[in-house]
């Protein structure tokens, strides 16, 4: 079946807040063409995270959409289904916790239970992911989404200059202790670890300018950074802590609702998220496929795109 033809009638685009998010209706992303697929890039630029409901995706269909972005992304921790190394599991039932004592004590732990930007441990961390949930809870399960682009533009201009001449270390192991125990990652070289570590780490700019908009964001987050390397420990750990608090000011976030069957894309270049555990006892189930990115970098005078409906 050929994706719809892009009229009005057919494509509606509803924001879901002020500064992030929009639902997307009228694409078959199982079948979509060039010129649907341009659209679709130009809304995630544009609105950051998209969602799509009432899809039908296979697995072959999903992979085959995220690679339309760009090469897939492998985690270096999760293990995918068989035959699927690029498809991460979304699973959550009454085994499931987000308390790190029940974890360790053998319950499944919750995808996603914390703020973070996916994978930002990296050297070059993913560009986007695309979650597809096929089941969901009858309440609760929802995700939240925080847009890094409007809480920088908030900021002073004297902060701003402030963090666009710092770095910050990212490092995978909190995060990925807790989740896969004292499991090795797949591939060392592939995730250029330092010194042989079992976790990924990198150091990234505080500030980042998108390689497609040239917006500046802010990208530090609680799943991964770990500390400022210009600063003392005391000012990293006092900065970072209102950083973190600032990206999570509700004007600059969005809460997206599931429904089954619904595809969520996001840019981790200028987002990061969490996934709200309020459904305990209640499945929760989908996969998601990453697109890798490049290495993040600070442009002070990159031009900024503006991003609308193609055509």
């Known amino acids: 079946m050929p994706s719809l033809p892009l009229t009005q009638s057919t494509l509606r685009v509803r924001p879901l807040s002020g500064h992030i998010g929009a639902e997307i209706e009228g694409l078959d992303l199982a079948h979509l063409d060039n010129e649907g697929f341009a659209t679709l890039k130009s809304l995630f630029l544009q609105y950051q995270v998209v969602i799509l409901r009432n899809q039908a995706l296979t697995r072959d269909q999903h992979i085959a959409l995220g690679k339309r972005f760009g090469d897939l992304h492998v985690h270096p921790m999760a293990k995918g289904p068989e035959g699927y190394p690029e498809i991460f599991p ?44 096929r089941d969901v809870p009858e309440y609760g399960g929802d995700t939240l989404f925080s847009s ?7 900021l002073s201009p004297a902060l701003q200059s402030l963090l666009e001449g710092l770095t910050a270390v990212h490092s995978g192991e909190a995060t990925y202790r807790l989740h896969y125990g004292h499991q090795a990652a797949k591939d060392r070289s592939q995730f250029g670890f330092k010194n042989g570590a079992d976790y990924p780490e990198a150091v990234h700019p505080v500030v980042r300018t998108h390689p497609e908009t040239g917006r500046k964001s802010l990208f530090v987050n609680r799943g991964f950074t770990r500390e400022i390397v210009e600063l003392s420990h005391t000012e990293s750990q006092a900065l970072l802590e209102f950083l973190y608090r600032h990206q999570e000011t509700p004007e600059f976030t969005v809460r997206l609702n599931w ?10 270049r200028c987002t990061q998220h969490r996934a709200i555990f309020d459904y305990s006892g209640q499945a929760r189930r989908g996969e998601r ?23």
């Open 90 to 133: 979304i699973e959550a039932d009454a085994n499931s916790s987000n308390d790190p004592k029940a974890i360790r004590s053998g319950k499944r732990a919750v995808n996603g239970g914390h703020w973070h930007s996916d994978v930002s441990c990296d050297i070059e961390p993913p560009l986007g992911s695309l979650l597809y949930l």
């Open 148 to 154: 890094g682009y409007a809480a920088y533009e908030a």
């Open 259 to 268: 429904t089954p069957n619904s595809l969520a894309i996001w840019d981790n």
């Open 289 to 311: 496929v990453t697109v890798k990115g490049d290495r993040p970098y600070f442009n002070e005078t990159a031009d900024v795109v503006e991003w609308g409906l193609v055509g």
